[in-house]
């Protein structure tokens, strides 16, 4: 009997300036997969699945089963439960308005479509929180993940994990994803996720605070973003950071929200000060759009990992956007914009 659905998983902002790894909120951007898996059609694939692709990454991203970061994430899920292969007749159309290497989360939302596809395909009947376990032995850290599965603003974090536990979560990532194979099944059975790694809060949203993201048109992988950084801190960097986040996940709560609150509580002292060798003009334009330059203006910070700048405000959007696009003409780096809101409901699917 043939089946569809529709997996539908937004956008995603990491960090919103001192929640570093910890704070994330899903964006009204969606990574949409229609799936088809007709039995009567055989397509010319080891896997059994063919891809198609439209969006953000279409010249870019590969279109093989076993080497495409969705269908690679699904064959995981699958392998881990005693599948090897996706169905006979399995056509999965990516459609992708989320920007590649941009600090939008496209990996995050990648990997949680993928783990979706393999619970739906394996007829496995995860809950969203096993399913953030099989996610977080891909990408570790898990704020863009627990955003993108669950939706909405969260705050998150590893549990502290037992030796023998620790040691199926370190395992390099080529030994959980099936490496490319070009077609041969090397028979690998991946080692299934620990319980429970990730936990999370769905914190409150005011209803006035919209986010812009102001995207250049570069990109900067998650990778080398994290390899500037420190591998430790001073006691007064980390307490500057902790202080801020325990304001910063309530004021954004608050109606009417409070700029004189928020903006000082979107500073950080962990990752955005390291980061600015590559993104131009950062430091700059972090310090010099503030609510009283732009009213309107609640907080500004790198969007994830970057080279997007996240604005958080309640009006003037155009105007606070423009600005920050001059700022990066200055730079010689152009960008485009984009009004988004938190995504409630987080990664769905829809049968057909
Ligand atoms: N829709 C997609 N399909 C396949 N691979 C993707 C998709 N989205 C992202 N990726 C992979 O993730 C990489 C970007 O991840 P990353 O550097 O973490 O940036 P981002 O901030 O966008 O998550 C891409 O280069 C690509 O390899
Ligand atoms: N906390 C991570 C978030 C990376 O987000 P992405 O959207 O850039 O993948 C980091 O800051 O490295």
Redesign the pocket.
């Known amino acids: 009997m043939t089946r569809s659905f529709t997996i539908s998983v937004p956008?995603?902002?990491?960090?919103i300036g001192p929640g570093?790894?910890?704070l994330?909120i899903s964006l009204t951007l969606y990574l949409k997969l229609d799936v088809k898996i007709d039995p009567a059609v055989s397509y010319e694939d080891p896997h059994n699945c063919k891809i198609t692709y439209e969006g953000e990454g279409a010249e870019s991203v590969p279109l093989v089963a076993d080497n495409n970061l969705i269908t690679r994430t699904a064959l995981y899920v699958l392998r881990c439960n005693g599948i090897r292969t996706f169905p006979t007749g399995t056509h999965v159309n990516v459609n992708n308005p989320i920007p590649l290497?941009?600090?939008?989360?496209?990996?995050?939302a990648a990997v949680v479509a993928g783990v979706i596809l393999g619970n739906e395909i394996g007829k496995l009947g995860f809950s969203k929180q096993r399913m953030l376990d099989y996610c977080l032995m891909i990408?570790r850290?898990p704020?863009?993940i627990t955003a993108a599965m669950m939706g909405g603003f969260v705050g998150s974090y590893l549990r502290e994990l037992s030796a023998a536990d620790l040691e199926r979560i370190e395992i390099p990532l080529a030994e959980v994803l099936p490496e490319p194979a070009g077609g041969a099944d090397t028979g690998l059975v991946p080692p299934e996720p620990p319980m429970n790694i990730g936990h999370h809060i769905k914190y409150g949203w005011a209803k006035e605070i919209k986010a812009i993201a102001i995207i250049p048109n570069f990109e900067?992988?998650?990778a080398t973003?994290?390899d500037v950084?420190p591998t430790a801190y001073t006691r007064k960097d980390a307490i500057f950071n902790l202080q801020r986040l325990s304001v910063l996940t309530t004021a954004l709560t608050r109606s009417p929200p409070d700029a004189d609150l928020i903006y000082p509580a979107m500073q950080d002292k962990l990752?955005q000060p390291y980061?600015k060798t590559l993104v131009p003009g950062l430091t700059e334009i972090l310090a010099s759009v503030t609510p009283k330059t732009h009213p309107g203006l609640l907080g500004i910070c790198?969007?994830?990992?970057?080279p997007?700048i996240l604005a958080l405000a309640t009006e003037r959007f155009e105007e606070i956007a423009q600005e920050i696009l001059a700022r990066f003409a200055k730079e010689k780096i152009q960008c485009t914009w984009k009004l988004l809101e938190p995504a409630d409901d987080g990664a769905t699917v829809t049968e057909h």
């Open positions: 956008a995603s902002s990491a960090n570093f790894d910890v994330g290497g941009r600090g939008l989360g496209s990996s995050g990408e850290h704020d863009n900067l992988s998650t973003s994290r950084l990752h980061r790198l969007s994830g990992a970057g997007t």
